[in-house]
């Protein structure tokens, strides 16, 4: 999408279409009302005719006139104006993207001045405004014959109207920084919609690698033989029953000191996930190629730092692996040995997930992190507690908890925390082995955190399940079907947040 920042007045548009906000109660800001004088009262009565009351996501259309010179006005509702958050005004904008794709409108003209809401000052309104745009404009479409199936195309140019020259440099760069977030976050969609033919662990780090090309980051594969010699046996374990060989992905982005300790991010990468002998039910199986979403969030955010220069030092984990059936996959009853020299019962061989994070989350020690994030699409139990508005958070450092919580609420991919207490870790106990890979039925979130708190003793650690946020089944303002590449924006956020 191509993004402007232009400084002037509604009035002045001379065509395509113009983009008003409205909260409820108080339906005319300063510019709809100034607006509406110069169009001779037309939107105030199309707001009574309509009944238009300005509840959050409710819009206003009224088609080009002779009078305006060919502009379409499209006015979103906010809600009230003492509850408008900056989610509320991304998604207004993603409404309203949705509806001029229906439409078959080509730009944007957003009056940004008119969603002034408790003075957000123009760089966030800005970034906003921009994020919701892009996140709602996205499609992945590349296996789609162009012309041949004939899906409306979201509009193309974005320009963001501003009040006064003052704000120009403001907007530009609120504009910027949405800007290199949202192309991290399009970057991780673009991951996990690609189907799993194509997907192979060599596929995955592959595109690892021509982000970091690009971005100018340090990128290093390890592959078969350098995973048996690391002794990563866990991972191994889940990769044996795939003709795929596993990778390792390992990102550096060096931002700040030389010997600043890093932030470590690790994703769950398991390109395509069966089950393996466990093997998943047919219904909903096709899914499981999302199941690499946390490694996908991991480059994005990687791009998106880089591209960002924030001064801060990371690196990036993911295990890539394919989770299937075969004659030489590991079987439920195989005892692992992971690379901290523990040992694993594998009673299920769908709880593939924590064994390969075993392993990367103890790889991740070398690189003395301040702090390690993992997420990961680890386990349908979280779809049943949360379901898909939340990403379930869990560690062992309330600190880093807080600043995520924090993060979350601040970029709009919202968390919510699970206890992770000592009492649950008796689940995984296993007879025969260090620990199990399952935990039963109950509290299956926790228990698989449980799992993976094994491996983290002594690191300050946080765990971001992302099972029901990874995937949109339906399509909503600013998450277009397939992956939502959650995450992205909300390690940016939280590594923005820090300095
Ligand atoms: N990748 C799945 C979890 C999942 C399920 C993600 C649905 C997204 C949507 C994971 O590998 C898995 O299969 N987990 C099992 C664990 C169980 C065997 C202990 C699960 O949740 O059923
Ligand atoms: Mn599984
Ligand atoms: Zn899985």
């Known amino acids: 999408m191509e993004i402007s920042v232009k400084v002037g007045r509604p009035q002045n548009q001379k065509s395509g279409c113009l983009l008003f906000a409205a909260c409820a109660g108080r339906r005319h800001s300063t510019l709809l009302q100034e607006y509406d004088a110069a169009s001779n009262g037309r939107i105030g009565q199309a707001i009574k005719r309509q009944q238009f009351t300005g509840k959050s996501g409710e819009l206003l259309q ?8 060919g502009v379409r006005i499209v006015v979103v509702g906010l809600g009230a104006e003492k509850t408008v958050s900056g989610e509320h005004l991304r998604q207004a904008v993603g409404r309203a993207i949705d509806q001029l794709t229906l439409l078959h409108e080509e730009s944007l003209t957003v009056v940004a001045g008119s969603f002034a809401v408790r003075n957000l000052p123009m760089e966030q309104r800005a970034e906003i405004l921009t994020e919701g745009a892009l996140l709602a404009a996205y499609r992945f479409d590349r ?3 162009p012309g041949k199936t004939p899906a409306p195309v979201p509009p193309r140019r974005l320009q963001l109207l501003v009040p006064s020259a003052g704000e120009r440099k403001a907007a530009e760069a609120g ?7 949202s192309h991290g976050a399009m970057l991780a969609r673009d991951l996990v919609n690609e189907p799993g033919n194509v997907k192979s662990p060599v596929w995955l780090a592959g595109q690892a690698e021509t982000m970091a090309r690009a971005a100018g980051i340090e990128c290093t594969i390890l592959g078969q033989a350098e995973l048996e010699q690391e002794k990563m046996g866990a991972m191994l374990g889940v990769a044996q029953g795939s003709e795929r060989e596993p990778r390792l992905i390992i990102l550096r982005y060096q931002g700040g000191g030389a010997n600043a300790r890093p932030v470590a991010l690790v994703g769950k990468g398991v390109v395509f996930d069966a089950g393996g002998i466990s093997l998943k039910p047919a219904a909903g199986m096709e899914e499981m190629k999302m199941d690499m979403a946390g490694g996908a969030a991991v480059i994005g955010a990687l ?15 993911i295990p890539a692996v394919e989770n299937m059936p075969s004659g ?4 439920p009853g195989d005892i692992l040995t992971a690379q901290s020299g523990k040992t694993i019962e594998v009673q299920n061989t769908d709880a593939e997930g924590r064994l390969i994070l075993a392993d990367a989350l103890n790889y991740v020690r070398r690189y003395k992190p301040q702090v390690v994030i993992d997420l990961a699409t680890l386990t349908g139990a979280c779809i049943v507690a949360l379901g898909h508005h939340a990403t379930a958070v869990l560690g062992n450092d309330q600190r880093l908890v807080n600043e995520l919580l924090k993060a979350g609420e601040a970029s709009g991919e919202r968390l919510w925390q699970l206890p992770l207490w000592e009492e649950y870790a008796a689940q995984i106990d296993s007879k025969v082995a260090d620990i199990k890979n399952t935990g039963g039925r109950e509290a299956g979130t926790i228990t698989a955190a449980a799992f993976l708190g094994k491996f983290t003793e002594d690191l300050r650690w946080a765990h971001l399940d992302i099972a029901g946020t990874a995937w949109e089944e339906k399509g909503r303002p600013c998450y277009p079907f397939g992956g939502t590449g959650v995450g992205v924006r909300l390690l940016l956020r939280y590594l923005r947040d820090r300095g």
Do not use: D, S
């Not at 009224?62 to 010179?69: M, T, W, Y």
């Not at 504009?175 to 977030?181: E, L, T």
């Open 328 to 331: 030489t996959a590991i079987r």
């Open 143 to 145: 296996y789609r014959t």
């Open 303 to 317: 791009q998106a730092a880089a591209t960002m220069r924030l001064p801060c030092n990371l690196v990036g984990i």
């Open 62 to 69: 009224l088609p080009p006139a002779e009078g305006v010179r």
């Open 175 to 181: 504009v910027a920084a949405a800007q290199a977030v």
